[in-house]
């Protein structure tokens, strides 16, 4: 039997794309009309808020772990989180888990290593951007990144808070994202992570100025692999 998978969701946008992404592939792979169990839990965006913005990371972790002891509860056999800013909790939540995670950044290199990319553009959040999630996980696989200019890490910060979140999709922040993209591949950079869960909503990749990595269909074509048990 394919494995319950739990999604421990932050913002809505990126959880329901990663759980559209399941349900729409697993048929490929099921049957028609099939998908492993799928459930899903998550706080309110602004009981994440208050954490991250205080730097208290192991206050996120608390969450995530509480959202995943829930999910295990229901009969859920493994958690992925679709949102790459609360990873930097991802080491702290994942000891405190009764059930294993998939880890969103390691996804997203594996798969940019199997496309042969060297030089990631790497856009999400001003927290994400700066942090530690896909240094981390980018240097196990010996692949370089580069952030966008610290103007243009505040202007894409904006759009995600101020509009994608909310679902809200600007013609004019799409051709933003372009331009930053544009930037970074004059810079060497071969591929761009959509390293916030809601860019994909966004970012057309046949319009992109480089090949895109999205992050959100990436954990969610994983964790359908996972329950499947494949490869």
């Not at 995530?64 to 829930?70: G, Y």
């Not at 790497?122 to 610290?150: F, H, N």
């Not at 992109?208 to 996972?226: F, G, Q, Y």
Request: proline content about 7%.
């Amino acid at each position: 039997m394919p494995k319950h998978i739990g999604i421990v969701a932050c913002s809505a946008e990126g959880a329901a794309l990663c759980y559209r992404t399941i349900c729409a592939e697993a048929p490929a792979m099921m049957g028609e009309n099939m998908h492993p169990e799928i459930s899903m839990h998550t706080f309110p965006l602004a009981d994440y808020m208050t954490p991250i913005n205080a730097g208290n990371w192991a206050g996120v972790a608390e969450l995530m772990a509480r959202s995943a002891i829930k999910l295990a509860a229901i009969g859920a056999e493994l958690v992925v989180c679709p949102d790459n800013t609360i990873h930097q909790a991802y080491s702290l939540a994942v000891p405190q888990s009764p059930i294993p995670w998939l880890n969103i950044a390691e996804e997203v290199a594996r798969d940019a290593q199997a496309r042969g990319f060297s030089r990631l553009a790497v856009l999400g959040t001003k927290i994400l951007m700066r942090g530690p999630v896909y240094p981390e996980a980018l240097e196990k696989y010996g692949i370089s990144r580069l952030i966008p200019t610290p103007k243009d890490r505040e202007k894409i910060d904006e759009i995600i808070f101020n509009e994608l979140i909310r679902g809200e999709l600007r013609e004019e922040s799409r051709r933003f994202f372009n331009r930053v993209i544009r930037k970074l591949k004059n810079h060497a950079c071969d591929a761009a992570v959509l390293g916030c869960t809601e860019l994909p909503l966004l970012v057309d990749p046949d319009d992109c100025p480089l090949p895109v990595l999205d992050s959100t269909r990436i954990l969610a074509r994983a964790a359908l692999r996972e329950a499947l048990n494949t490869t």
